[in-house]
């Protein structure tokens, strides 16, 4: 007579590789892709205060220069 094995509940560790690579990839390109997002904000916010027309200093500190 053939026994049979009782069927075990899947552990963290019997999820396959492929999956886990997939995630890895997938956090790494949405890190990559918030990178390069901070990287084009903090260029366009130098960008716009460069090409601004100057600003006038606060009364405050002309008052303090003198």
């Given at each position: 007579m053939?026994?049979?094995?009782?069927?075990t509940?899947?552990?963290?560790?019997?999820?396959?590789?492929t999956?886990?690579?997939?995630?890895?990839?997938?956090?790494?390109k949405r890190?990559?892709?918030?990178?390069?997002?901070?990287d084009?904000?903090?260029?366009?916010?130098?960008?716009?205060?460069?090409?601004s027309?100057?600003?006038?200093?606060p009364?405050?500190?002309?008052d303090?220069?003198?």
């Open positions: 053939k026994r049979f094995e009782a069927l509940e899947p552990t963290g560790e019997t999820i396959p590789n999956y886990e690579e997939r995630r890895a990839a997938l956090t790494a890190q990559k892709a918030r990178r390069e997002e901070q084009y904000a903090a260029v366009r916010r130098n960008v716009e205060e460069f090409l027309p100057p600003r006038q200093a009364a405050r500190q002309k303090m220069e003198l």
